[in-house]
């Protein structure tokens, strides 16, 4: 483009600052826009860092009250169970993504598996669910209805007022009038992502990485862009602001409303999976053959007690110098983990099967594509949450199994028969509370910018697919308006 083209292109734009700023609609649309983004940012950031704060107290004291119990038999420090609690990442105080509705923490014990609770979603009620007005979601919904309301007359309006004729007549071709209005919607972007940017900005002095903030700004600035490419191009093809107003409601509806929706609905269908009490009877089923860890008698572990015999070269459980009944809970616990392994990681290959397929839809709608892309990019997808689970569980796992080593090296195993003979048998059936100090610090991170940024370029792809084939649209336009 020639410095003289480029000086009407920005003629352009002024005229149409000119024109919304003596409209009191445009006027209003705009401010409201800026408003609610500022103060959503501003009420999000608040929450997510008393989030943050309230989180990490909950999870030291989750570790203290664990090792402050008194004396107790290892068995019932196992049931006991420690909580791991899940802090939000900086930028998930832009886009809280899926953690509203997958749960923040989890309770730790034998035996089992918990899912994740404390779902803000699940917790809050149906007043405050449509009042949660995320950053995020003001950006990837209202954000382009707002450009819709200020934009749609863009090129119709000269239409209608018979100037299109007088502009180009002046040597105006209709590619500048086009690049003019989109340069001022674009200024229009600039000042929603303002708040946007500046907050993201702020996350790089709570740990954030400077790729990640440039990946999150830059997704949203694509998905804008793609917003006032629709605009420019339903206002060039229609001739009235009606018909140009018509199909951009349209268009909105369509793609941030129903798309989505299908998207979901057909994720769900084309890879179906196991409902929770299915999935409980086929667990129970598959217990049932481990046999009963708490029962020493149970012939499921006539085998492992002939194997330690020899190991000890012993003719009695009562000759070993270790517990059976904690070797017995610790090789239970391990196969019954290794069960609720395998239908754990069954579980999630289906979730995140059924993300991968709603992704897809990011090609027919850029409301998927940017969707996907900030909650990946910030560390709220479903695959950051399968990683919560799977480190919790290694966290359960390890406990578990310490504790279950306190039981066969602290306690005898005649002790253990008779700790129900009597209070004084009850008394010396417990081990020393300093045997609890076997919990590892727990603090969760998100994975890092780099992981996040390359998981999030099929996303890119999409906005930028949507960018090129409205650029060609438009252009075609634009020589129609010669």
Sequence with gaps: MSI????????????????????????TILAIGLVLTLTSVIVTAITMMELSHTRHELQTSAEQSFVDQ????????????????????????????IDAYTGN??????????????????QGTALTKLGSLTPAFIVQTLAPLLLILIGYSAISRERESQTLSYLLSQGTLGGTLIAGKGLALMSVVGLILIPLTVSALFTLGSGEG???????????????????????????????????????????????????????T???????????IETDFAVKAELRKLGDGHNTNDPAFKQFK????????????????????????????????????????QRMQAELNQTKVSRYFGWVSPMVAIRSLSMIVVGTSIETHHRFLRETEQLRFDFVQGLNKVHVEKLSYQDDMNRNADTAATQKARVSAKNWQILQDFT?????????????????LQLLLWIGVLLGGIKFVGRRLL
């Design 210 to 264: 400077l790729l990640a903030v440039a990946s999150f700004v830059l997704g949203y600035a694509l998905y804008l862009t793609v917003w006032v490419l629709l605009v420019l191009l339903a206002s060039s093809v229609f001739s009235k602001n009606s018909g140009s107003f018509t199909a951009l409601a349209f268009v909105w509806i369509l793609l941030c409303i129903v798309m989505p929706r299908v998207a979901s």
């Design 266 to 276: 057909t994720a769900s269908t084309a890879v179906p999976s196991a409902g929770k």
């Design 4 to 27: 003289n083209n480029f000086s009407k292109v920005v003629i352009v734009a002024k005229d149409e600052w000119r024109y919304w700023l003596r409209s009191k609609l445009a006027m």
């Design 105 to 122: 923490s989890i309770f730790l014990e034998g035996h089992r598996q918990n899912s994740a609770m404390f779902a803000d979603s699940r």
């Design 306 to 345: 002939q194997s330690l015999l020899t190991k000890y070269n012993v003719s009695s459980i009562d000759d070993l110098p270790v517990n059976f009944r904690g070797l017995v809970a610790s090789e239970s616990e391990a196969k019954l983990t290794s069960v609720l392994n395998k239908f754990a990681q």
């Design 70 to 97: 008194p004396d107790r038999h290892p068995q019932r420090m196992v049931h006991y169970g420690h909580y791991a609690f899940r802090t939000p990442s900086p930028l998930s105080t832009l886009d809280p993504g």
């Design 444 to 460: 969760f991170n998100v994975d890092t910018p780099e992981i996040r940024t390359q998981r999030s370029i099929p996303a890119f």
